[in-house]
């Protein structure tokens, strides 16, 4: 069904409106009746659907019901945080997106506005696909984002602009008809030509854009100038590629600094760079530090960073797609992530909805200059109820003990462990590939005894253990170093007998996630921060360092049933030095 309402422009030649909106810092206002075709909520709900509340998150981003994917054009604008998302309007599974928009003072309470972008136009007439917003001078946003043009998946850039600028909300948005305004060459494959970038402006007063794709299996991040932000010039060379690593979605270019964030056109002899690309193939998200050469407009990783499969992450759980913005009001850089359902999808149109946003993050060069830093941002404390402390408690091997007097299922618990010694850190395997840390925690998982750990949080545990997800350290010796492995086990995180199968004939997916974590052990000390939210657990280790997020589905483990141990399974002690959880309350605004 479709319901439109047919804009009239005011203005006869629209492009030039749109340049004068974008670049004339007068008080210029373009004036229309509608920006674009409008969907009515009521006319899309094909039927009444009974959305389950089992395992819905209680404060993690998601709608009201229906399926959503990556994170779009966040950004920051006269003090309103803007969250845009790939969004079907029509039931619980892809197809039919549209750019979804919400807008929230604290990135906490969000409030749900109209639909920002959706097919209507010939240059996108066969789907929106992501993007990035920049703030242009003048204080004018502007988004770019990748149309689809015909049934062969044809790939083409274009951009929006709000309709109203003194409307706090940016409620309506305008698709002029100038575009396309970058199609891909006869040197690009135009079915993988996707996601713009943040643009990022050069001291030669050029913009400039990345786009991702791939040639043959060769990853590219596309470079694209401009000096004007209409007319847009492919650069000699792509911004970076690497081979083997196939094709390249929702890119990430951005400056970093071990203190605060910096706004994407930062440069500097101090300045770091990070790369980060989404690789299709594995569906996880990959990064790399280096540093970027101005005068050739290439990105060169540092000599230690490995460039591919085997590649740093953000999060080595149910983590893709993400996109991070430069926020001016805190100087920070905050990182957005979507996390998909590990349910299949017949069980995802029952439940009436599908994916969420995780927490955003802030991100911050770790000190080392080795990795990044990921942390909840700070207005999630806001949130915290209830509180309860534990210190100084000794687990030995095979104990564990109930954190009491917190709603377990949703919680935010931030723990710190010690232990005396590093001498029964059993040996690193030989045979084992170190790169496959995932494949270590499912032999090695939280019940298999070891000599220091496993040791950690049993999340969304029934009362007496038929099912628990848990998040824990196991550390080895390697030769002269030892080796700090994280786990986000979720293969007993329900006891149902799940029949449903996934279309590729699985069931449920439910693995072992796990990243080793870069961490000086001198101390012997390993912290640990889990948000617990119903059928998401969101952990961080070691301040940030390794991030691993799961989707899980308890069947006993629900809403009050739930409940939530610290354990250890190795033969070291280990030591509780401190442990504070919360209660987390629902927001007061929120898509639910």
Known sequence: MEFTKRVHWVLPVLYISCLAFLFNTNNFVLVVDASHDVFSE?????????VKKEHRSGYHFQPTKHWIN?????????????????????GAVWGNIVWAHSVSKDLINWKKVEHAIFPSKPFDKYGCWSGSATVLPGNKPVILYT???????????????????????????????????????KAINGTYFRDPTTAWLGKDGHWRISIGGKKNNRGISYLYKSRDFMHWVKAKHPLHATAGTGNWECPDFFPVSATNGLDTSV?????????????????????????????????????????????????YGNFYASKSFFDPSKNRRILWGWANESDSTDNDIKKGWAGVQLIPRTIVLDP??????????????????????????????????????????????????SFESLDKAEPFDPSWDRYDAQKICSQKGSTVEGGLGPFGLLTLASQNLEEYTPVFFRVFKDQDKHL???????SRSSIKDDKTKMKDGKDAYRPSFAGFVNVDLTEKKLSLRSLIDNSVVESFG??????????????????????????????????????????????????H
């Open 368 to 417: 080392n200059g080795k990795q990044l830093l990921q942390w909840p941002v700070e207005e999630l404390e806001t949130l915290r109820g209830n509180k309860v402390e534990l210190s100084n408690k000794i687990l030995n091997k095979g104990e564990n003990v109930e954190i009491k007097g917190i709603t377990a299922a949703q919680a935010d618990v931030d723990v710190t462990f």
């Open 267 to 315: 440069v500097g002899p101090n300045v770091k760079h990070v790369m980060k690309v989404s690789l299709d193939a594995t569906r996880f998200e990959y990064y790399t530090l280096g540093s970027y050469d101005v005068g050739k407009d290439r990105y060169i990783p540092d000599p230690d960073m490995i460039d591919g499969w085997n590649g740093l992450r953000y999060d």
């Open 147 to 185: 149309g689809i043009v015909d049934d062969k998946n044809t790939q083409v850039q274009n951009y929006a602009v709000p309709a109203n600028l003194s409307d706090p909300y940016l409620r309506e948005w305008i698709k002029p008809d100038n575009n396309p305004l970058i199609v891909a060459d």
């Open 484 to 490: 700090v492995l994280m786990c986000s086990d979720a």
């Open 542 to 591: 070691a301040g940030g360092k390794t991030c691993i997020t799961s989707r899980v589905y308890p069947a006993l483990a629900l809403f009050g049933n739930a409940h939530l141990y610290a354990f250890n399974n190795g033969t070291e002690a280990v030591k509780i030095d401190s442990l504070n959880a919360w209660t987390m309350n629902r927001p007061r605004e929120m898509n």
């Open 42 to 50: 009521d006319v899309l709900s094909l039927s009444a659907v009974n």
């Open 70 to 90: 990556d994170p779009n054009g966040p950004m920051y604008y006269n003090g309103v945080y803007h969250l845009f998302y790939q969004y079907n309007p029509k």
